[in-house]
């Protein structure tokens, strides 16, 4: 396989399984069928997958929007196309189904999402690796936006009070108003449009 495709290796402890994942966009997608494989134990995780959408719809995610379809090697060698999501989307996938397998894989997502990423950002220069990982930041702050309403986060108040409350874990006990004066920024200035690549990434 191209280096824009592979087999990653999940193992949780009793027994290796494999997720085939594809460079897609500027991000990692993962087989949606290989994960469902892995959480349930599935003979059909096809069908299993099939009744999953159906429920996650009802509860008012917009599935089809973040489900793409990418042609990835079957087992009998062939590409075919197959639903597959990004590590942000497959979280929310994985939440919905009850396994114990489900926080080794949201760990195991997190890990290898950012991989290429990071290989990535360490070819360009300040500049442009600044660039890159701000609009990362902001992409994942949009899909966080849409979790956080799942938890009623619903006004501008209350997502500034949830927000604050990641700042203080990264920033010491800061708030996003303490950031910004530290920085000397006027009120209308983007704490995120003035910080480097490292505290980007850290973000």
Same mark, same amino acid.
């Given at each position: 396989?191209?280096?824009?495709?592979?087999?990653?290796?999940?193992?949780?402890?009793?027994?290796?399984?494999?997720?085939?994942?594809?460079? +897609?966009?500027?991000?990692?997608?993962?087989?949606?069928?290989?994960?469902?494989?892995?959480?349930?134990?599935?003979?059909?995780?096809?069908? =299993?997958?099939?009744? &999953?959408?159906?429920?996650?719809?009802?509860?008012?995610?917009?599935? =089809?929007?973040?489900?793409?379809?990418?042609?990835?090697?079957?087992?009998?060698?062939?590409?075919?196309?197959?639903?597959?999501?990004?590590?942000?989307?497959?979280?929310?996938?994985?939440?919905?189904?009850?396994?114990?397998?489900?926080?080794?894989?949201?760990?195991?997502?997190?890990?290898?999402?950012?991989?290429? &990423?990071?290989?990535?950002?360490?070819?360009?220069?300040?500049?442009?690796?600044?660039?890159?990982?701000?609009?990362?930041?902001?992409?994942?702050?949009?899909?966080?936006?849409?979790?956080?309403?799942?938890?009623?986060?619903?006004?501008?108040?209350?997502?500034?009070?949830?927000?604050?409350?990641? =700042?203080?874990? &990264?920033?010491?006990?800061?708030?996003?108003?303490?950031?910004?004066?530290?920085?000397?920024?006027?009120?209308? +200035? +983007?704490?995120?449009?003035?910080?480097?690549?490292?505290?980007?990434?850290?973000?």
């Amino acid at each position: 396989m191209s280096e824009e495709q592979g087999l990653l290796p999940f193992d949780d402890g009793s027994m290796g399984r494999i997720v085939r994942q594809q460079w +897609h966009n500027g991000r990692w997608f993962f087989s949606v069928i290989d994960v469902v494989a892995i959480l349930t134990d599935s003979d059909v995780p096809r069908r =299993y997958w099939s009744d &999953l959408k159906r429920k996650i719809q009802e509860e008012g995610f917009q599935l =089809y929007e973040q489900i793409v379809q990418l042609k990835m090697r079957a087992l009998d060698g062939k590409m075919r196309e197959t639903d597959a999501a990004d590590a942000e989307t497959m979280l929310r996938l994985v939440q919905s189904v009850p396994s114990p397998k489900a926080e080794p894989i949201k760990q195991w997502l997190a890990r290898v999402g950012a991989q290429k &990423l990071d290989e990535v950002a360490a070819e360009l220069d300040e500049d442009q690796r600044r660039l890159l990982l701000r609009g990362e930041v902001a992409e994942r702050n949009t899909s966080l936006s849409d979790t956080a309403k799942g938890a009623y986060v619903l006004t501008s108040r209350d997502f500034a009070i949830f927000q604050d409350a990641g =700042y203080r874990g &990264l920033y010491d006990g800061e708030t996003a108003r303490d950031i910004a004066a530290r920085k000397g920024l006027s009120k209308g +200035h +983007h704490i995120l449009d003035w910080m480097g690549s490292e505290e980007l990434a850290a973000n």
